[in-house]
């Protein structure tokens, strides 16, 4: 990704693309709306566009379907060849799930199940559920195990859906008047990352 779309990305990031991480009693989490899959057309969203630029051989990348008003992103980090977005339960209780995006992954004993998305294949394994499509692969697991496993976690994998690389392209093309677009080249070495209540 040239220079230029990596400075829109965290212009988009700074403007609200990805948003304060939410500690209040109440109301959903305000750092997962720029996860959600439907943004408007020309406003892409600066995490859709990290996650992307992080793995540039995915041909997708990993959004929410609908709100998860229980859970808070406590990380967000994108480096070259990886992404991972953290999710803790927001009323202090030990639920944790971790997602990782990764250009592969082993699926290794892990059964294929149903999923809604088109080109992409699940694996559900032992606390772990695997996403895989043409050049990624997104990880989703408890990010307790045993006895503290939260079995609400579970829910997590369930709103996870996908936005295309070609649909990414098309909003960040909109968004620019057609001035940029998403490369699929070399990923840059680090990109912004932001920790509970750090931008």
Known sequence: MNGRLA?????????GGCGGVHLGPDGADPATRPLRCQQPPDQPS??????????PTASAVPCLTHDVP????????AVDGRARIDLTDRYGRDGS????VVPDCDVGAARETETGSAGVRRYDGDGRVLFVYDGGCTEVRNGLTGARADPRAAEIPDAIGFVTREDLDRQIRAASDGHLHLDAGRAHDRHP???GGER
Request: glycine fraction near 2%.
């Open 70 to 77: 229980d859970w808070l992103v406590t990380l967000f980090e």
């Open 97 to 100: 799930v971790v997602v990782e």
């Open 7 to 15: 400075l829109v990305t965290v212009l988009l990031l700074a403007t």
């Open 193 to 195: 990352s932001f920790r």
């Open 46 to 55: 600066g995490m859709h566009v990290l996650l992307a630029q992080s793995v």
